[in-house]
């Protein structure tokens, strides 16, 4: 029966606005209402979740020490933020052991707490005298100490239903751009320029007469280079048109209605007058 505090195994209460959660709370005697300490902690069943002790911080009244106060012993105002003992003495205080750490808390560490509160529980009437075994113990043989008095200390949970608006991203589809080839016959046209010699031959229309130097050589030649364009054709891949993708958001409110439920009070007094408190 291992125990824990109660932010351990409740790590998401809020201390604020839980009704059960004592912590802060003035401790008091019932008998002479002398204020011992206030609720530091509160230790938990592991099992089952039940509140077990409440770490009562004694303050001035036993200076410097802590103690185990089993929850079956006490009674709560919430109102006031205060609870009372049935039956605590300053005496049974300085008996108990000091609680400083909850490893050191087994069944003999329970037991020393628990026989000094044994007597205050059977003067209560509630307690029997039983003998109890460390293998086959159970808080609940022995509810004067551990069971919480439902009569003084009842809540009333109400609850309702609200709408909550969440978003879930997911892929509404998908958008490919690629390219691919055509082919076309293209036509250009590049003038060519081609030489070609013409040879003329006329007759003079006067005769030189005599004997001129270059007469009769034979083996005299004349030369004339003759040049053609030819085309020269080819291709070379160049930027037709630039593509850019992106995307844009629209945005856009979708509105649901649901029907939702809530919890009301049904206050039945029988003709008795109450006090009706909000929080």
């Given amino acids: 029966m291992a125990l824990v505090k109660i932010d351990d195994f409740y790590p998401e209460h809020r201390e604020d606005n839980d009704a059960s959660n004592f912590k802060n709370f003035s401790v008091y005697t019932d008998s002479d209402d002398k204020k ?36 079956g012993l006490i009674n709560v105002d919430y109102d006031d933020k205060e609870i009372s003992v049935r039956g605590l003495t300053k005496q ?11 490893e050191k808390v087994d069944y003999d560490y329970e037991e020393q707490v628990r026989n000094i509160y044994r007597p205050t529980a059977a003067r209560s009437g509630t307690a029997q005298d039983t003998t109890y075994d460390r ?27 609200r709408l909550v608006a969440n978003k879930q991203r997911h892929k509404a589809g998908e958008v490919s751009i690629g390219k691919h080839i055509e082919t076309e016959n293209a036509r250009v046209a590049v003038p060519v320029e081609k030489e070609r010699v013409v040879i003329e031959r006329t007759n ?8 001129p130097g270059d007469a009769f050589r034979e083996g005299e030649v004349a030369r004339m280079e003759i040049y053609e364009e030819t085309p020269d054709i080819r291709k070379e891949a160049v930027v037709r048109e630039e593509v850019r ?7 856009d409110t979708v509105e649901a209605q649901e029907k939702v ?8 007094t029988d003709g008795r007058p109450i006090e009706n408190k909000s929080f």
């Fill in 245 to 251: 993708v992106k995307k844009v958001v629209d945005r």
């Fill in 135 to 161: 293998d086959s113990y159970n808080y609940s043989l022995e509810p004067s100490l551990y069971d919480i008095d439902e009569q003084s200390n009842q809540n009333l949970k109400l609850y309702e239903e």
């Fill in 36 to 71: 011992v300490g206030s609720v530091a902690d509160i230790l938990v069943d592991e099992s089952t979740g039940s509140f077990r002790y409440l770490v009562v911080d004694t303050g001035f009244w036993v200076f410097g020490k802590k103690i185990l106060l089993p929850v």
């Fill in 261 to 268: 439920r809530r919890e009301e009070l049904d206050i039945d």
């Fill in 92 to 102: 049974q205080v300085e008996n108990l052991p000091n609680f400083d750490d909850l």
């Fill in 204 to 211: 003079p229309t006067s005769a030189t007469s005599g004997n």
